[in-house]
């Protein structure tokens, strides 16, 4: 694994313009502030690398003598939680390489008034009439994003639909409290759903009006990280069914370190585990029931949530 020090500063130079020319001075203090950010604050810190002292050695003095972006953009890293933002977007070190076990192309032929409520949320009903909800993303609790998900949530507590599948196979995070918002409207009682250093956060059912009771699945796989996988420890504390493959494994609540260069360094502050201890970071959630997707037209994860909805 190639180290996660140098794609911060070359991913950070190239957005600051690959013609601006870098002091020595100020090459000097960035790697400062990412050594102490690194080393004393990343959670995750010894399971990406095991020496970083070794690290900022060989790469310190490398970074010190650039004098252009340019000469910063010539390694990579591979770091699933080391981030940066410039002018205010954010730009990650690392590019995972995983399948997918769910594609949306397949829908159309697979559910029955299939809606695209927005370019983030799907919703449809199987043949069983059983609701179908497709999250693509967690935006914030206030964003627009988010009202088609409860748009359809009260839909299918009007028509009183016995059972209904959340698909976020294709979900890799975003923001764990519109996760909350949704998980709420499932959970029948209070249970805890993960633990952080300090405490244990619990899931606490919404207003019973708003409460879907019926049947719930959840579909999951290797794309799911970060806050989507949150949401399946809340969804799973909820009574819901995980079906599909075990998620990717990747959480830790990220904090900013200004690196006084027109770059912050996002580095994760905290080991979230579930509720029963078993940490998440390289681990991933496992689901209750396997299954893969098989080959178009049908969908096997799917076929596979409508079985363990019909059953008690």
């Known amino acids: ?31 400062s502030r990412m050594r102490v950010a690194i080393v004393e604050r990343y959670s995750h810190r010894d399971r990406v690398v095991k020496d970083w002292e070794a690290r900022f050695a060989v790469a310190g003095p490398q970074l010190t003598r650039a004098k252009t972006a340019d000469e910063f953009a010539q390694r990579a890293a591979e770091d699933p939680h080391l981030n940066l933002m410039v002018d205010g977007k954010t ?40 609701g179908y909800i497709l999250i693509a ?15 359809a949530i009260n839909a299918f507590i009007a028509e009183k639909v016995p059972a209904v599948i959340l ?13 909350l918002q949704v998980a709420e409207r499932f959970a029948r009682e209070s249970a805890e759903f993960c633990r952080t250093p300090w405490r244990g956060r619990r899931l606490k059912p919404g207003p019973e009006a708003k409460r879907f009771g019926g049947k719930v699945a ?25 079906i599909g493959a075990r998620t990717y494994g990747s959480s830790g609540n990220p904090n900013p370190h200004d690196l006084n260069n027109g770059v912050t360094l996002m580095v994760p502050s905290w080991e979230a585990t579930d509720a029963k201890g078993q940490p998440i970071e ?31």
């Open 1 to 31: 694994m190639r180290c996660a020090v140098l794609a911060c500063v070359f991913l950070a130079a190239a957005l600051l313009g690959t013609c601006a020319a870098l002091s020595p001075e100020q090459n000097r203090e960035a790697v």
């Open 282 to 312: 390289g681990c991933g959630i496992e689901p209750h029931i396997r299954a893969e997707p098989g080959a178009p037209p049908g969908d096997g994860v799917i076929t596979a949530a409508v079985t363990a909805l019909r059953g008690p």
């Open 167 to 179: 698909d976020v196979r294709v979900n890799s995070g975003g923001n764990d409290l519109s996760a």
């Open 91 to 130: 730009i990650p070190t690392f590019h995972r390489q995983v399948e997918r076990n769910g594609d949306p192309k397949r829908l159309p032929k697979l559910l029955a008034s299939l809606k695209q409520e927005s370019n983030s949320v799907v919703t449809g009903r199987t043949g069983e009439g059983f």
């Open 137 to 151: 993303q967690r935006p914030a609790p206030d964003s627009p994003l988010v009202t088609p998900v409860h748009g």
């Open 218 to 242: 959840v579909l999951c796989g290797p794309a799911c990280m970060s806050s989507n996988e949150t949401f399946l420890l809340m969804m799973r504390a909820a009574g819901a069914k995980l």
